[in-house]
């Protein structure tokens, strides 16, 4: 395991110098394996939503239920720095709403930061918790807390994009204090101008390999799900297959009474 703890300093400085590697992870198990691979950043995305409470997208997850899971998941991680995503209707109400929630985060789950989807509107809040010592990264493109403003999940294609305006809303998140900016679904064109016109990284997904690092989501990029393949993941495993191949067998063996066998019995 690589050794040195993983802090928002060291994310910063990495820019130019060595590639980030982040991934979600949601409970203890996969906090423990993702740390042990080495990963510098465990992002607890809202997408627990999707991939581990079986909502539709992700505006119904609340705090308490992604305070639960960064709880779960901080007892597993050692190096890699720990940040929690702030759902939907945690900051949207007031600032003061956002810095108590970002700050239970922290206090609480043990977070080191804390991601917010959006641009320019999250300019005050971001300069809020930065004032209040917590660290921000930032989240442009994709946004699936936008679900039903934009009537479903629209990704823009490079002629679509107002290219000027979007690396000027990141060099503003930037200003505003964020120490990183997750990019998502930007195409590869723009999101490279964006890295390069910004000082801080950006953590790609789907947004092409320009970008100071990379993010996926650990059921995407494990195989947990093979009906649901997104043209940006790469799987590395096809641990649903896996899985199910070693469910059906169990199942078949204990009516079959070959489980257990006797040295499998006290
Ligand atoms: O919630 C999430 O998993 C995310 C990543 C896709 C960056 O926001």
């Known amino acids: 395991m690589e050794k040195s703890k993983v802090t928002v300093p060291f994310v910063k400085n990495s820019k130019g110098i060595k590639k980030i590697v982040m991934v979600t992870a949601y ?19 809202d997408s627990l939503a999707n991939v581990v409470l079986g909502y539709k997208n992700t505006i119904p997850v609340n705090m308490e239920e992604m305070l639960h899971h960064t709880k779960a998941v901080r007892r597993g991680v050692e190096r890699a720095l720990l940040v929690a995503d702030m759902p939907y209707l945690s900051f949207h109400i007031s600032k003061e709403e956002t810095i108590r929630n970002a700050g239970v985060f922290l206090k609480e789950g043990g977070a080191e930061a ?24 930032g989240h442009l493109g994709l946004t699936p807390q936008s679900f039903h403003q934009l009537g479903g ?12 305006d979007f690396i000027k809303e990141a060099e503003e998140l930037e200003k505003a204090g964020v120490f990183s900016i997750v990019l998502e679904c930007v195409p590869k064109n723009i999101a490279k101008k964006t890295t390069e016109a910004l000082k801080i990284p950006t953590i790609g997904i789907g947004s092409g390999n320009f970008c100071d690092g990379q993010v996926l989501v650990f059921h995407d990029l494990l195989g947990f799900f093979p009906q649901k393949k997104y043209k940006f993941v790469r799987e590395y495993a096809k641990v649903g297959k896996t899985i199910l191949r070693a469910l059906k067998k169990y ?16």
């Open 27 to 45: 409970d203890y198990p996969s906090a423990l394996l993702s740390d042990k691979a080495g990963v510098d950043i465990i992002l607890v995305g």
């Open 153 to 164: 999940y629209k990704i823009k294609k490079e002629e679509e994009l107002e290219e000027e």
């Open 251 to 266: 199942k078949k063996e204990v009516e079959e009474g070959k489980f257990p066998s006797d040295e499998e019995a006290f």
């Open 114 to 137: 804390v991601k917010i989807e959006g641009g320019r509107k999250r300019i005050d809040l971001i300069k809020a918790l930065v004032d209040a010592e917590i660290p921000v990264m």
